[in-house]
């Protein structure tokens, strides 16, 4: 931890190439080998790859990954039952269960001061008057947080007096939303919601209305749901476009994350570019799972330094993507900075499912 509590002492994008390397080199063996003693499924998938972590790997790509979908199958955590505090959920089908994410008092905490030390970099340390795109029935069981819930609230400590636009059938809450802007008088706001419901139940809304609302000064800051808008041929700058016509809103962010990566949020800078913080970082993978250079399209793996209350410190993702740059991108962050594509074909990944029970 005293590692982690330097790095939260500085700026959340500082570290070069070397410097990361470095870090991520050491930290993600020591992740691995506190896993490795505190989940028994984990050990036995280590044991099952024929991993022995205990050297440090000099490369990042060289550590091994769980499939995030794992997270839907099998429960896994590297704490005894009476210590957990919180349980993430994330979004699931009919036909499987959600993740289920188990945070210890100290994991939730860590999430929350890193989340803090990303965002604030990007809308500064200011809090705004708060917007959320979203119904406040949304926010229900404190201890149990679907993916929605838990990025209300913990977006939630950016802004001050939290309004909230739609009623609980997703409507416009006119009355709500018109005493926010009249108590705003043109001046600087947040607002947050999830990108799908933000462009449906709120973008959308607007312009079929005709109704004027002036939300100028404002930032959004949305996430998640682009494979809808997809479908829609709806576009990140089609987004954008359609947010300025409806609300007058120039400065937007989208960010990318998991529910099993939570806190370790990448956002998206003012050059339209995914970034890796000095707590994350990303590879790209072929499906024979090889590491690619940088500029190649492939899955997406996430390494994370803050989960030590379940294993999900190194998970592959079923989303597309691409490294575009590290240490150069023209908003001065350093780091990676990368772009996703979509979500993959469902496809399973088999093995390491096989290994959890014994």
Not at 77 to 93: F, N
Not at 276 to 281: G, L, R, T
Request: aromatic share 8%; glycine share 8%.
């Amino acid at each position: 931890m005293a590692d982690l509590d330097a790095l939260l002492e500085g700026p959340p994008f500082a570290l070069d190439h070397a410097a990361k390397a470095a870090l991520f080199a050491t930290q993600m063996g020591e992740r691995t080998r506190h896993h490795q003693a505190h989940c028994d499924a984990y050990a036995r998938i280590l044991q099952a790859l024929d991993f022995d972590p205990a050297q440090d790997r000099a490369n990042l790509a060289d550590y091994p990954f769980l499939p995030a979908r794992l997270f839907k199958l099998h429960d896994l955590k590297s704490i005894p039952d009476e210590m957990v505090r919180k349980q993430l959920t994330s979004s699931g089908t009919s036909s499987q269960r959600p993740s289920r994410i188990f945070l210890d008092a100290d994991a939730a905490s860590l999430q929350t001061k890193v989340l803090t030390r990303i965002v604030g970099d990007f809308i500064g340390k200011t809090r705004l008057p708060m917007l959320v795109i979203d119904a406040a029935s949304t926010v229900k069981n404190r201890n149990v947080f679907s993916a929605r819930a838990a990025g209300i609230l913990g977006f939630s400590m950016f802004g001050r007096s939290p309004a909230y636009a739609l009623d609980d059938d997703l409507q416009p809450d006119w009355p709500a939303i018109d005493a926010f802007i009249a108590a705003l008088n043109g001046g600087p706001a947040l607002l947050f919601g999830f990108t799908f419901v933000v462009f449906q139940h709120f973008i959308q809304a607007l312009l079929q209305s005709g109704r004027q609302v002036d939300l100028s000064g404002g930032v959004l800051i949305h996430g998640g749901g682009w494979k809808k808008l997809a479908d829609r041929a709806v576009n990140s700058p089609t987004f954008k476009s359609m947010l300025k016509d409806a609300t007058g809103i120039e400065r937007c962010h989208n960010y990318y994350g998991l529910v099993e990566q939570t806190g370790s949020i990448f956002m998206e800078c003012e050059s339209g570019h995914l970034h890796c913080s000095v707590f994350s970082d990303v590879v790209i993978r072929d499906a024979d799972f090889q590491a690619l250079p940088q500029g190649a399209r492939g899955l997406v793996q996430l390494a994370s330094l803050l989960p030590r209350s379940y294993p999900g410190h190194n998970l592959l993702t079923e989303d597309e993507g691409t490294v575009l740059g590290e240490d150069d991108c023209p908003c001065g962050r350093k780091g990676r900075y990368f772009q996703i594509h979509g979500r993959t074909a469902q496809a399973e990944i088999r093995g390491c499912s096989d290994a959890v029970s014994p």
